[in-house]
C-alpha cells in the first residue's frame, strides 16, 4: 500500500465542510490543513479537525509536504487558484464547473500536462453507486434502444448572486448525460427566467440533441417548494427512472416500452404497449463523495488519469457555455463546439 | 325546473364511453342517441344505455327532438362535424382542441354566433375542483407575486399516429394555464423529438411567456414508465404543487418563499428564505367530466355563456399553433397573435 | 359455451351497486332482477339497468326463471335469506361473512348439500389478482420458512351500528389468511376498543397463531385518518408487502432475510442480515368482483364446487367466533374448534 | 454562562458514536474521555475526537475532572455502571431502558437522591421536536377527545440475542405514550412471537389501557422489509399522523372526524363523518439527541430535573415489566403497579 499522502482543503464554506469530512475519515490521506479568507470557519475547522489553518493560500502552496489540494471555492476563482496550485506542483481536485470557459479549462488542462499532475473536477454523481448501476444498465443494452433522458434538480435554495442555476445547478445533470451517453450534444438550446435579480436566472429548461436522435432535458431552479432530484431514461424496451431522494428505490426498472407494428409503405401502424415487472435493484450505499475523494487520492499514488479528468470537466463546460449562449438568444439552438 | 333535454353523443371511442355514462346519469338531460362509423362498438352501446344507435351521423342531424350534440370524435373531423350540427340549429359540446387551426375555430365561432347556438369546448380540466381550488388561491393573492408555472403531463401511451404528444396532450394544461392566468402568453417555443413515427413527435417540451414576467413550462410525453400530471405554481410567498393522481393531497400549499434583502444600487443582495407549514385543502370530489356535462346541459336550459365557450378553445388553438410553429422550427420563439 | 343464467340481486344498499355492474356487464349471466326493502333504491337500480324490481323477496323465490341469487343485505339476514333461497332451489353467493354463528353456517352448508345447489361465499379477496400471485409466491416456496403475516384495514366510516369491526372489516384479513395458509389457527386472542356505541368495537386487533410457530396479527378499525389495507409477510429469505391502496407496486417482493450463523449449544449467535434487490411483479387489472361473479357462473354452468364454498365461509366464521370470544375476555386466548 | 463541564462516555458501540458526535459538538460540554471494553473501538474515537481513551471504567470513575457520564452499555449492565458512577459523584445520564427491572430502578432513583447528583435516561423522542409538537396539539385540546394511539416500530435488525423486541425497540413508543398522556396504563397485555432463538421475541404487540378509556397498541419488530416508525393518533375531531421516516410532512393533523347524533334511547344513531383539510405543521430540525445531550449539561449546569429523569425511567420500565408479564402468559392482561 502507498503512504497516506497530506492534503489542504481550499474553500470551507457551503461544500467544503463535506469534503473536510471525508478527507479526515480516509485511512490513505490525511486532511493536513484547510485555507478560508474567513476566520469565522476556520474557528469551526479547529473544533472538528487537527488540521492547520490558514487564510493565505501562499502558505498552502509553499507547503512541501502538501502533495494535493481539493479547491471548494467560488467557480470565478476556480481558473487562478487551480493553475496556482499546479504550477507549485500540486495534484488538484477541483468543484464543478471546473471553470467559467472552455478556454480557461482547456488553459488548466494545458498547465496539468506540463506540471505532470493530476486535474481532476468533482463531478460527484459520476461517483455515485446509483449512476453506475445506470450505466451498466444501458453499456448492456438492456433497455432496448436509448430514446430520451430528462433530469428535474430543484430546490428551494441555494440562491446564488452570481451564478445562474444553469451554471450552479445543472452541471451534475450535464455530467451524469455525458458520462451515461458518451458523447457530447449536437446541439443545445436553452431558456431561462429571472425573477429575484434580473442578471441571475432562478430558472432554467436546456434541451440537448445527441447523435443518433437521442435527446435530453434539464430542469434546474433554486425556487421551487421540493427538492427533486430526478431522472427519467426513455428506452424502447424499458424504462428507468432514477429519483436520488427517494429512501426506498433510488432506481427502478421498468418493464415498460411501445413498439410498432404495422406496414411502413401504407402507413398503417398499430402501437403495441407492453408493461410488465419492475425491478429495483439494490444500489450500494457508500457516499458518493467518499468515493470520489477516495479516487482522487488512488489516481495520485498510482499515477492514473481521473474518471472525471480535465477533458471530462471541459466538456461539461462546452456545453454550459452553449446553452449559456441560447439562454442569451431565449432558446434559439447552438452548436457545441467538438 | 327546465325540463330535461336529449343529447346525441358522436363518437364512441377512446372518450365518448366517459361523456356517454355522465349523459345517462345526469338527470337533467337524456343520453337520446349515440353515433359511431364502428358498429362493434355501438354493440358496446346497447348493453349499457337504452340509447339508439346509427352509423349515420344525418339521422341525429335530421332528428328534431334532439336539441344537442356532444362530439368525441378525432380532431381533424371537428371543425366539419360541429358546423354540421351547429347548422342544423344543435347546441354542440366538442371534445378539446376545438379545432385543428384558429381559421376553424374562428369559423366555428362565428357559425354558432350566427345560429345562436351554444358552442362549448370540452376542457374539462375548468371543471376540476382542484384547479378551481387553485384558481381561487391566486385570484386571493395569498402566494405573493406569481413567478411561474411548470407542468408534466406523460404517461405510457395513448400513443397517436396523427396528432403529435403538443395537440393531443398538451391541451390540457395549456387550458390550464390561460384559465389561471387570465391571458394569452406574448410569445411561445417548443421542441420536440419523434421516435416511433417520424412525423409525429411523441415528446414536447413548451416555455410560454406570458406578461408581467410569468413564465410556464410544459412536459407532454407519452412514452414514460409513470403516469404523472403534476403542475407546480412558483409565487413569492407561497408555492402550490397540484398532483392530480395523489390520492391524497392533490393540491399542497406550501408556505415557502425567498425574498431579496439588500442594497440595490451597490448590488448587495442577501436571499431570505422562509419555509412553514403546509396546507392541504380538501378538495370536492366530484367527477369534473361532470360537472362539465352538467355544464353544457345548464347554459343551454339557461340560455348561458359556457366558461368554455368557442373564444376559450380559440385561445388554446392559438397557443397550439405558435408551438406548432417554434415545433418546426427547433425553439425558435413565435408570438402568440392576440 | 353454456347459456346464459338468470341471476336476481338481493340488496342494493352499499355493496349491492357493484355486485350489480358486474352482474351486468357479465357476458355469461343476466341480472335479472333486483329486490331491496327500500323502493327508493329500486328506482335508481331502474336508472340503470332494464332488470325487474320488487321489494318482496318471495317474488324472487317463486320465479322459476331466476335460477341464482346474490345476497348482499345485513349480516344477520344471511342466514334466513340463505337457507330460503337454497329451499327454493336457487344457487346462491352470499356476502362474507357467511352467517353470524358457526352453527349457522353448518346449517347453510347442509342445506344446501341436500338441495344439490351452489353455495358461494362472497370472500373478494381470494379473487384479486394480487393475492393470487401472493399464493403463487408462498407455494413455490420462495419467501423461505414463513415467519409472520401482519394486515392493517383501515379508514374512517362505515361506522356499524351493530356489526363491530372484527366482523364487518376483519373478514377479509381472516379469509386472505386462511387461503394463504391453507390451515385454520390453533388459538386467537382478540382486543379492541369502543368509542362511538359502548356496545360495538371500532378498533379491533387479532393475534392468531397457526400450526409450525406462523402467527399473524390483523387491526382492523373504522376510525382512522388514512385508508389502509395493507398486508406484510415476513420469511427467513424472502418478505412481501402488498398495499392495496397503492397506484405503483401493489405487491412488493424483498430479497431481504436474516439467518442465525454460530453455535447452539453455547448459544454464541450471530444474525446475518441480507438485503438485495426488490421486485415488483405485474399484476394483472381485472376487478376482483368481477373475477368472482364469473366464478359464480361458471361453478353453477358447469357443477363445479367455488374456491369459497360454505366450508370456506364456514371457517371464516369460526375464527370469528373465537376472536369474538377473546374479545369478550380481554385477550384470553382462544382455541379454535375445527 | 456556566463553565463548560467534561463529560465520559462509557460505551462506544452501536449508539454511542451518536452520543459522542453530539457531545463533541455542544459548545457547553467537552466529550472529556471515553471507556469501551473494545480497544479496536477506541481506536476509531482516536481518529476521530482528541478524547481520552481506556478500557477501564473505574479510571473513568476516579478522575475527579469528569463531572459527567454518559453510559451506552448494554442494559442489563446498566445499574451496575450508573449507581457505581452516582457513587463515585457523577451525574449520570443513562441509555433506555433505565434498568432491568422496576426494582433495579427505585435504586438508582434513591442513590441518586441520596448522592444529590443528576439521573437522566435517554428517552430520546422526548426531546424530538415532531413529538414536541404532538404534546402541544393534544394539549390545547385540538384534537377533540382522545380515542387511542397506534404505534409502528419496524425494521430489518438489528437483532438482539439478549433482550426482545419489546426491551429494545417499544421502550421508545411506551416513553412517547407517557409523555403525550401524562399517566401510567391501567392494565397492559403483550403477545409475541420467537423465530430467531427461542428465548428472545423478535416480534411484539402490546396492547395498553389507560384512564378514560384511552387505548394504545404497540407493535415492534426487527423482522421487517420496512424501517417503519408511525404513530396514529385518533381522536373525536382531529386525527394525527407522526411519520418519523418521512421526508416532507413528519406529522399531519387531519381535519377528521366521526361523531354520533340520534337517540341514545332507541338506540337509533346515524353516525356523521367530517373529512376536511389537512395540515402539515413547520417541525423545527434539529437533532432529538442533541436536544436531550443538551439539556442534560443544562440540567447540571442550573441544577434542575431533567424531562427524563429517574421516575421517568422508572414508569417506562414498569410498563415494560407488566408487557413481559404479559407476553409470558400469551396475551392475559395484567395490571400496572403505580
Known amino acids: 500500500m502507498s503512504a497516506s499522502i497530506d ?22 490521506c490525511r486532511l493536513a490543513a484547510v485555507c478560508d479568507l474567513d476566520s469565522a470557519r476556520l474557528a469551526e475547522v479547529e473544533r472538528f479537525y487537527p488540521a492547520t489553518r490558514t487564510t493565505d493560500y501562499r502558505e498552502i502552496l509553499s507547503d512541501s509536504t502538501i502533495s494535493a489540494v481539493v479547491i471548494a471555492t467560488p467557480v470565478p476563482t476556480h481558473y487562478t487558484l487551480t493553475s496556482e496550485a499546479l504550477l507549485a506542483g500540486k495534484h488538484v481536485l477541483v468543484e464543478k464547473p471546473l471553470a467559467m470557459s472552455s478556454t480557461e479549462a482547456r488553459g488548466l488542462i494545458e498547465v496539468a500536462a506540463h506540471q505532470n499532475r493530476i486535474l481532476m473536477v468533482g463531478h460527484t454523481f459520476e461517483y455515485n453507486p446509483a449512476v453506475r448501476k445506470i450505466k451498466e444498465l444501458l453499456t448492456t443494452g438492456k433497455i432496448g434502444e436509448l430514446y430520451y433522458i430528462y433530469c428535474t434538480r430543484v430546490n428551494l435554495g441555494r440562491v446564488q448572486s452570481q451564478l445562474n442555476a444553469l451554471w450552479s445547478i445543472a452541471p451534475h445533470d450535464i455530467s451524469i448525460l455525458l458520462h451515461l451517453l458518451e458523447t457530447l450534444p449536437v446541439e443545445v438550446s436553452a431558456r431561462g427566467a429571472t425573477y429575484l435579480n434580473s ?7 436546456v434541451d440537448l440533441v445527441f447523435p443518433d436522435n437521442v435527446t435530453a432535458h434539464v430542469h434546474a431552479s433554486w425556487l421551487d417548494p421540493s427538492k427533486v432530484r430526478k431522472m427519467t431514461i426513455v428506452g424502447s424496451q424499458k424504462m428507468i427512472i432514477y429519483d436520488d431522494v427517494a429512501s426506498e428505490g433510488k432506481v427502478k426498472v421498468y418493464d415498460k416500452g411501445v413498439y410498432r407494428k404495422g406496414d411502413e409503405v ?12 419492475i425491478h429495483i435493484p439494490r444500489i450500494d450505499m457508500t457516499e458518493p463523495l467518499r468515493n470520489e475523494c477516495a479516487h482522487f487520492v488512488q489516481c495520485i499514488q498510482e499515477g492514473t488519469r481521473p474518471l472525471t ?4 470537466g471541459l466538456r461539461v463546460v462546452q456545453v454550459l457555455e452553449a446553452a449559456q449562449k441560447s439562454l442569451r438568444n431565449r432558446g434559439v439552438p447552438v452548436e457545441v463546439a467538438s
Chains 1, 2, 3, 4 share one sequence.
Open 309 to 312: 479528468d480535465g477533458e471530462n
Open 7 to 28: 492534503v489542504a482543503l481550499v474553500g470551507y464554506g457551503y461544500w467544503g465542510p463535506n469534503l473536510a469530512r471525508n478527507l479526515h475519515q480516509l485511512a490513505t
Open 199 to 205: 442578471a441571475v436566472e432562478d430558472v432554467v429548461f
Open 266 to 277: 401504407y402507413g398503417e401502424f398499430q402501437y403495441k404497449l407492453h408493461s410488465g415487472d
